[in-house]
DNA sequence: CCCGCCTTTGCAATCGATTGCGCAGCACCT
DNA sequence: AGGTGCTGCGCAATCGATTGCAAAGGCGGG
């Protein structure tokens, strides 16, 4: 307790707490001394006591939304180094991370740590399809950033990958390899695979490469649905040179069915993937991916949710995507 | 504010306290009133003032222990399907969950968010190489359960699965596919990884096939060393049939490396993995591999650091691994 | 030597909920 | 009618730290 420190040091609580808040109003001898006695005794400050009268909680939500494919989504590689990430970043701040799952269908999810005063603020991973419901809470004042897509006129904060960008490159990598039947895999609705999408059709377009409606198989992130489809493809005898797949898990599925398929990678198809998970390198054949910075952004997330919090404006940013070839394509 | 639903049902705010927290001391009747009313006016009592009353913060700490490899190690897939578990068997149970990274060095770091007031109790994923420091916490009475191995004469409750059995089920499967020259990769350090090896070397006792020292590689988690030492093993020109791998990830590294040493898998070498995370059943070949019941075995966890926390005694449990073949062997 | 100013410290109210204890009201019994 | 035992609720202290305001002490100037 703070009082037990303020009796040995022989001074007051009050001078007790402003000295170890680093308050200027406190002699630097005096902090010291406060300060050394407080850590031989271990003591730390109550966070409850703290968070009741300053009406902060000094914590940090990290939550991803998974409406559809839940499990599945979580334990996709890329979301455990993004957390892996957030917690290290969150926790250099001095600031607590809170874990949450969101439960289906939950009416809003984003507030809910937040109102409750569980947590001062909140970082999503990734926008699911959950872009209106972050829009509103937005214009609610809700402080929160995501990392997602950019949206023309959204009203929060988000930090990503230019996934436009990245899906124009995976797909002019496979065009300048000769391949011109390319397939997309992944589930458009979430805007950052749209995004991812939108410039896959992009590069074909430039090259004047037809975008076939057969090829673009509409896959939620699981790897079971790009599994069968890819494989249903297949079978249907539709020609097949190249894949852009909207994440790495999902392209290592997608080799896989094409291999039991009886086609070769890279040989017959070329296969890029996305994100570049520690495991892409991995693989057999290891993955051409599109690389995102997951470390910088973890960082950027949090020093921007805090610069929302301490009230200064925060602006959207992009980061640039890396082209990683390896031997799929 | 908890005052103005109690000003709102025309009652004190002890009744509403009572009647929130559903005490027998209210009538049924005054309990249901407010507890409207509160839904209505979206009030939910204030946590930090709760926790600073109570003592209790309602918070579990999860926290994974990587001296060595950082984040290798958290983007194992099996930690973030664990991981993810516990988020739902916490939030079930009502409770919060704070994700603590271990910084490297630091000294009595279980009981670091215990004793300072922010959880309430804590889960360890992983005993790493933190079983002397793990078990003198739990001398020392702080209140947290372990995912690994039972030691003899440990002093902390873990929950795990039987690694002996599932390192021996592994190997004998091997032995059964007529497999002579087999291979163990894993860091034995690890608790849980010396209990495979144990099962390991106990199988191959039982079928009277010599263990060959040069076969049992001493892999730390990461797969980048599993790739490398694998790939140096059968270029020094060893023979070698057969791979038990600690976990799914280093069997994955494992099969690029012998495949692209010319070895076929599973023609020339039959590879099993631990674990069975959701990638296993997607690479190629899909992996033979120890299931660990991840699900279940989160819920034990939870339930048990409850039960401690509720001083109630808990017993540590092991769950029985179970053989998934798939076309790796 | 006295006064006023600045630096440093202490007093006490406050954050929002919980809970031991006491009391009011009512039913029931003698 | 008075006594007894419950049931249901309110009073007020309390959890541990923070902070506005006041005051004490030190110092220099007049």
Redesign the pocket.
Known sequence: ???D??ALA????????????G?????????QRVVKIAQRHG????P???S????LSHTIAVMIPLRHAHNQHFSDAFFADMLANLADAVNARGYDLLLHRVSEGEANWVEQPIQSRRADGAIVIGQSLEHKALDQAAVRGVPFVVWGARLPEQHYVSIGTDNFLGGKLATEHLIQRGRKRIAFLGDRRAPEVGERHRGYLKALADSDIRADRKLQLEIPFGADEALRSLSDLVRSGVSLDGVVAASDTIAMSAIRALTESGLKVPADVGVVGFDDVAMASYTLPPLTTIRQEIAPGAVLLVDKLLAILAGEPAQSQQMKPKLVVRAST
Request: hydrophobic fraction near 45%; glycine fraction near 6%; charged fraction near 20%.
């Open positions: 307790m703070m009082s420190i303020a022989g001074v007051s609580e009050s001078t007790v707490s402003r000295a170890l808040a308050s200027s109003l406190i002699s630097e001898k005096t902090r003591y730390a400050v109550n409850a006591a703290r009741l009268r300053r009406g």
